[in-house]
């Protein structure tokens, strides 16, 4: 990690820019639902407060489209986080500004001031100098903490840090050390699980673990495209034919690694129909042209628990069958709670899986659970993200 994190800064008595990642889900009524967000940025927040900054919080929520979404604006964010703190945070009605820089201007010591919704600007989202600058303003140091966000190139993640000593959270930093670790130092065994929905969504994941992994268990409709590559026939279930290759060329440099579904459970996605039936691919048999395969069926299940109860490293992301109805979530909550129990270091993320955790609540029996589903994986991929781009920038231009 070639960045500044957050105790190589001298914040005292600073007013302090924090980038956060408070896009929280809502109900209906703009409700919080879950504050897990809010409350995995507490330990930077609880910093600066220790060492009497003043701290200026800015986040986006939701997809407004650089308009003004009145269900989108951050009062029930701060209030929420007030609730959580114990001391107020104050919530402006824009994030840049005469307006905000005079109150800004006037904050004292272990002030909390939260900005509008960085989305209501179009600016955001482009990437663009000026916004970053009007934003750089606000404060005497940045310090990202949104690793959720920092696969965009965002102006208040990427070139804001352009404009001022720029650091890492604890949050961002310790994302950025649990999973880099896993494609440079993993403990072995290492297992990899992937499920979803798309192949074209993980492909890319799939061949850089392979280069690091012990084994790669992959269920959920994913799955369905590399079991076609395989010559097997799966009814109507969802399959990216674009992909097939690509599956076919994976499978035969990694047959070793890649373990696939022996069985699935096969059925239809209508609440209603009950009808379900096993299908073993081990005894040449076919999925029904009628059906889709919706769940991993119980000899995958054996097998996919023998591999990762010797595992020593656990990567989770993706549900391994249409887990949203309950007679298709026997695999993933099978693996939940084999993970739940288990003493290997388990990484999991993406919404999906994390809500089925939640479900389940076996969320706080992970060891570590990204708060990032989208910069999990490219940075697992082997991309480089945006805003650590930004963050080994700003480094290089101070280093003597």
């Not at 896009?23 to 407060?49: C, F, H, M, W």
């Not at 009628?290 to 097998?303: H, Q």
């Not at 989770?316 to 693996?335: C, H, Q």
Request: glycine share 8%; charged share 25%; proline share 3%.
């Amino acid at each position: 990690m070639d960045f500044l994190t957050l105790p190589d800064a001298d914040v005292a008595n600073k007013k302090v820019l924090v980038r956060v990642d408070f896009n929280v889900p809502q109900d209906e009524s703009g409700n919080i639902t879950d504050d897990t967000r809010l409350r995995a940025s507490l330990k930077t927040i609880q910093y600066l407060l220790d060492k009497n900054a003043k701290i200026i919080l800015m986040s986006h929520l939701g997809r407004p489209d650089g308009k003004i979404v009145e269900s989108l604006r951050l009062d029930k964010v701060a209030h929420r986080l007030s609730e959580i703190l114990g001391t107020e945070v104050r919530k402006l009605d824009n994030c840049i500004g005469l307006e905000v820089e005079m109150v800004i201007s006037i904050m004292q010591g272990r002030e909390i001031i939260m900005l509008e919704n960085l989305r209501f600007h179009p600016e955001e989202e482009q990437n663009d100098a000026g916004f970053a600058k009007s934003l750089a303003k606000l404060g005497e140091i940045y310090v990202n903490d949104a690793f959720g966000a920092s696969h965009r190139a965002h102006a208040s993640v990427a070139a804001i840090a352009e404009y001022l000593p720029s650091y890492a959270g604890f949050l961002l930093e310790g994302e950025i050390k649990t999973l880099t670790e896993l494609t440079s130092n993993p403990v072995k065994p290492f297992v990899v699980i992937l499920g979803g929905a798309k192949v074209s969504d993980k492909i890319k994941l799939v061949e850089n673990l392979l280069k690091y992994a012990d084994n790669v268990l992959i269920g959920g409709a994913m799955a369905n495209t590399f079991l076609k590559a395989e010559g097997l026939e799966m009814g109507v279930s969802k399959i990216e034919d674009s992909y097939l290759e690509n599956a076919k060329k994976l499978l035969a440099e990694n047959k070793e690694k890649i373990v696939l579904p022996s069985d699935v459970v096969a059925g239809f996605t209508e609440e209603m129909n009950f009808d379900v039936e096993i299908v073993n691919f081990l005894d040449k048999q076919a999925v029904h042209e009628n059906l889709l395969a919706l769940d991993i069926g119980p000899l995958t299940i054996t097998a996919f628990v023998e591999k990762l109860s010797n595992a020593a490293t656990i990567v989770w992301n993706g549900p391994l069958g249409y887990s949203e109805l309950e007679r298709f979530s026997g695999g993933t909550t099978e693996i939940a709670r084999l993970l739940a129990e288990s003493s290997a270091k388990t990484i999991v993320g993406g919404g999906d899986t994390i809500a089925v955790l939640d479900k389940l609540k076996l969320t706080s029996k992970m060891k570590f659970v990204s708060s990032g589903g989208g910069a999990m994986l490219e940075l697992l991929e082997g991309k480089i993200l945006p805003a650590i781009a930004a963050l080994e920038e700003a480094r290089r231009r101070i280093k003597p």
